[in-house]
């Protein structure tokens, strides 16, 4: 008995070692291309409305978190070790572009308010405004990790008229294979996710 406390014990020691530290890469992921219309001005800005941010609990590249053999959780980063939402940022200008826009940037932060933010977009005076949210976004990972987004697109006119919106909600669960290789596995379910949103018919025609 006391030789299987033991052991128990010792693989929970080796988990916790693995537990700590874990970065998920989502800066290296390639999006379809959102088709646009051809030179089309777009302005992005993505906001990170999540409450662990916002309070300051968990620093901006926070993205959930993996458990040692005890339980115990370890928070998971992003691998560039940008916020979040630089990540994204990255990620939705990289398919506009491909599709034939022309992205410029604007920098919003997590306790902005919703006029502030619309006031970074117009700046740019750009034709078409892309404002995403995310109200949830992270993993939690023991033997299986489970997955939950809440993220939503708005697209503004030149006026921030609302022209289209969507939102994804979600959870999902893969196994314990997903942190392994730079946690490729939960990255590309977020990446199905927001490709997703991205085809949604309102925001592409909205983006003509």
């Not at 993205?63 to 990540?87: A, E, F, H, M, N």
């Not at 893969?174 to 996710?193: C, E, L």
């Not at 927001?194 to 018919?201: F, H």
Request: hydrophobic share 35%.
């Amino acid at each position: 008995m006391f030789k299987k406390f033991i052991g128990l014990a010792f693989t929970a020691s080796l988990l916790a070692g693995c537990a700590q530290g874990q970065k998920i890469d989502y800066s290296g992921r390639s999006f379809e291309a959102t088709p646009v219309k051809e030179g089309q001005t777009i302005a992005l800005a993505v906001q990170d409305n999540r409450a662990a941010i916002k309070s300051g609990e968990k620093s901006p590249d926070f993205v959930g978190k993996q458990r040692d053999g005890w339980g115990i959780p370890y928070d998971v980063r992003t691998s560039s070790g940008q916020p979040l939402s630089s990540d994204v940022t990255g990620m939705i200008t990289n398919a506009l572009t491909r599709g034939g826009g022309k992205v410029t940037t604007a920098t919003v932060t997590p306790n902005m308010t919703d006029a502030q933010a619309k006031e970074a977009l117009a700046a740019s005076g750009a034709n078409r405004r892309l404002y995403v949210t995310i109200q949830e976004w992270r993993s939690d990972s023991l033997m299986r990790t489970s997955i939950h987004y809440d993220v939503t697109t708005k697209v503004l006119d030149q006026s921030n008229q609302l022209l289209a919106e969507k939102t994804i909600q979600g959870e999902e669960a893969i196994d314990q294979a997903a942190m392994y290789n730079g946690g490729s596995a939960i990255s590309s379910v977020f990446q199905r996710a927001i490709e997703t949103m991205l085809r949604d018919p309102g925001l592409r025609a909205a983006l003509q």
